[in-house]
């Protein structure tokens, strides 16, 4: 098993930055790959970034390319997303996923660990 745990949500004005981090313990060597997902009450939860065991690939959805960036500590066992450049569409739960599997690195279905979620608010 493996938890996973967010913190560094919070209110920020548009324009404003936020880091976010991924705290990761129990068998943490079987995670192939992890990621962050977003949403919101009248959407289903999307991908936004992920990365690779290694932290040398990523990829970003199109909506904040350029904006966010992931990056992650396999010593401290830790991830991380810096967003910057905040929109009050950004506005959702963040959550940290993990998973054993390879599979669509977008799809929520193919990540098997979750963490309980943290809220982002951007205000206009």
């Known amino acids: 098993q493996v938890q996973l745990v967010e913190s560094g949500g919070g209110l920020v004005q548009a324009g404003g930055s936020l880091r976010l981090s991924c705290a990761a313990s129990?068998?943490?060597?079987?995670?192939?790959?992890m990621g962050w997902f977003r949403q919101t009450p009248e959407k289903e939860r999307e991908f936004v970034a992920r990365i690779s065991t290694g932290g040398a690939s990523t990829s970003y959805a199109d909506s904040v390319k350029g904006r966010f960036t992931i990056s992650r500590d396999n010593a401290q066992n830790r991830m991380y997303l810096q967003m910057n450049s905040l929109k009050p569409e950004d506005t959702a739960v963040y959550y940290c996923a993990a998973t054993q599997y390879s599979g669509d690195y977008y799809s929520p279905s193919t990540y098997n660990y979750w963490g309980q979620g943290t809220q982002v608010t951007v205000s206009s």
């Open positions: 129990g068998r943490t060597f079987s995670i192939h790959r």
